[in-house]
């Protein structure tokens, strides 16, 4: 599986758990704190990436990027994964 | 009579001082320094009644809470904050406990916020507006010197400690102690801050009392998603802001934040890490950034301007801001403050006259680096999360033998409420199912930043000789990664 469908699906049981509902039709223009998701439920997705792929880019990059979309957010993890490989 | 005094003075008397935002309408007040004094004198002027006795505040919007500060500061003998939306909508509509009634109409308020029975609430939305008026009318010129005939009393100001459950504890401060830390520059008057705290608590207290005093101009940002709250910023030009390195992080993900010219930066509430100092100096390299160590207890401890996270070791040996500071056998930072602290502190303050502030640190090359709370409290983006309550939780389920909840390190809020579970033997339930049935039970016991959203199941949890959980763990785990934030209790303001 690749990156964005890893993440599209830990958002969907992350959006689930954390209790909140998610805007229709998610691209990579969408806004992240428009897409439904909340802060706590941004901070889980995170972590749950963490779990899952053992990396998190945002604590790991010497200048840390706060992503404004879903495609930036994807491309965080992107670049993040093929510097470990 | 001293805030009061130092309102009308501030030179350009009909510049902004503060820009309320109604959370419903979204409409936005201007008022003046001239607006805010008369209203202050308006307040004391209306209720002698008040002076040298104890008052609870309570107001919703900013300029009310500011207006009411100002009117009974020297005025009234103690002040407890309340938060601007800790009371409900019949208490507020009760006119009979508008201003100044003792406890006897106000039994939940009192219990609720454990506050003294002797006690008066006030509200000033609900301010006798009509003996304003007719004073208004009347008086002119002379309402001045009315309400200042009486001697300034130094008012003692009560804040609430940011526990995580049951009543509130109180914590004095008087007048001296909380403005310690304010600069009064001239160049200071050009700044717009934003207010990203609840004004009750002590940080948001420091940005009203830093922008009101010095004449700089404060927009009411403590409510709203995001996005609002930056388009906000952006429309009225905020150059100042003082928030959570978890504000931060996500006021950085908005793209309105970019169009902010920043000279200002102040971060506090939770502990500054690397990447947040980098990516803000990165972003504004003009700016002036600081992290605040600070806390409800102790006051304003010191700012580090370095740019870098923790604090220069020389600050052991030479002190800093008048405090001096060191580290005990067990690796709690102690400071032993140029201010006189709060007597119920008494039991954690040394011989020597060092007061215990319950953070781990860790001294590594030249710099103190802040771990966590030594007691295992928990910082979800600033709300904090009592490790036992959760534990208490999690232990009432059929399933589990065994809980040690802590704070795991998260690059958006600080931290995660995580847990260490034991399950009991034989399971009969698969681990998944177990793990649904925990979420479950959390969901319906706990508030959403107290569920735990990291579950691992382990065979064993350390303990010490006594049985009980080693919290430390959480944070020695936490304490060799670089650019995360652990937990922290005291306010890094």
Redesign the interface.
């Known amino acids: 599986m690749d990156i964005e469908s890893i993440i599209r699906k830990t958002l969907l049981e992350v959006a689930e758990m954390a209790d909140c509902t998610l805007v229709d039709n998610i691209d990579e223009h969408t806004v992240l704190l428009q897409s439904g998701l909340d802060s706590l439920g941004f901070a889980m997705l995170v972590a749950q990436l963490e779990e899952d792929l053992a990396i998190d880019p945002f604590s790991e990059m010497e200048m840390a990027v706060y992503p404004r979309t879903f495609g930036e957010f994807v491309a965080v993890y992107r670049q993040s994964l093929s510097q470990r490989d | 009579m001293r805030w009061l005094s130092d309102l009308s003075k501030i030179k350009n008397h009909a510049s902004c001082a503060i820009i309320d935002v109604s959370s419903c309408s979204h409409t936005q007040v201007h008022f003046s320094y001239s607006d805010l004094h008369k209203r202050a004198l308006h307040l004391r002027a209306s209720y002698p009644h008040l002076y040298n006795q104890c008052i609870a505040i309570s107001a919703r919007r900013l300029s009310d809470f500011v207006s009411a500060l100002f009117a009974f500061e020297g005025h009234c003998a103690a002040i407890y904050l309340l938060p601007k939306n800790g009371l409900s909508d019949k208490t507020r509509s009760n006119k009979s406990i508008a201003a100044g009634h003792p406890k006897q109409e106000n039994n939940l308020v009192h219990e609720t916020y454990n506050l003294p029975e002797y006690a008066q609430l006030f509200i000033p939305e609900r301010a006798d507006t009509q003996t304003l008026k007719s004073r208004q009318a009347m008086q002119n010129e002379g309402l001045n010197q009315q309400s200042t005939s009486k001697v300034s009393l130094d008012t003692q100001f009560y804040l609430a400690t940011s526990g995580t459950s049951g009543k509130a504890k109180w914590i004095g401060h008087n007048t001296d102690s909380l403005t310690k830390a304010i600069k009064l520059k001239p160049q200071l008057t050009d700044l717009r801050w934003a207010l990203c705290y609840e004004p009750s608590r002590f940080a948001g207290l420091q940005v009203v009392l830093q922008s009101m005093l010095s004449g700089a101009s404060l927009l009411d940002c403590s409510e709203g998603?995001?996005?609002t709250r930056a388009n906000r910023m952006l429309l009225h030009k905020v150059n100042a802001i003082s928030c959570t390195p978890?504000f931060w992080?996500?006021l950085?993900?908005?793209?309105s934040s970019e169009s902010l010219e920043l000279q200002h930066i102040t971060l506090g509430g939770e502990i500054a890490d690397h990447?947040?100092l980098?990516?803000l100096s990165?972003r504004c390299p003009e700016a002036k950034l600081m992290h605040i160590y600070a806390s409800t207890e102790l006051g304003v401890g010191f700012a580090v301007s370095d740019k870098q996270a923790g604090f220069p070791d020389k600050w052991l040996s030479e002190g800093v801001n008048g405090h001096f500071l060191k580290i005990d056998a067990q690796n709690h930072l102690r400071i032993k403050p140029n201010i006189a602290l709060d007597k119920a502190l008494a039991p954690l303050i040394d011989e020597n006259g060092y007061y215990d502030t319950g953070d781990l640190v860790s001294h590594i090359k030249n710099r103190v680096i802040f771990l966590g709370r030594a007691s295992g409290l928990i910082n979800?983006?600033g709300a904090k999360v009592s490790p036992e309550e959760v534990e208490h939780v999690l232990l009432a389920s059929p399933l589990v033998q065994q809980a040690k909840v802590y704070g795991?390190?998260?690059?958006?809020?600080g931290q995660?409420v995580a847990a260490d579970i034991v399950l009991k033997q034989p399971l009969e339930v698969s681990t998944s199912e177990a793990k649904q049935s925990l979420?479950t039970l959390s969901?319906n016991n706990l508030a959403?930043?107290k569920i735990p959203?990291?579950i691992h199941f382990v065979s064993a949890i350390d303990a010490n000789d006594s049985g009980k959980i080693m919290r430390h763990r959480a944070a020695d785990e936490t304490a060799g990664?670089p650019?995360?934030i652990e937990n922290s209790e005291t306010n890094h303001e």
């Not at chain 2, 950085?252 to 793209?255: F, N, P």
């Open positions: 998603d995001f996005e978890s992080r996500q950085l993900m908005q793209k990447a947040i980098r990516a990165h979800v983006g795991k390190a998260n690059s958006v809020l995660l979420l969901q959403r930043h959203r990291i990664k650019c995360v």
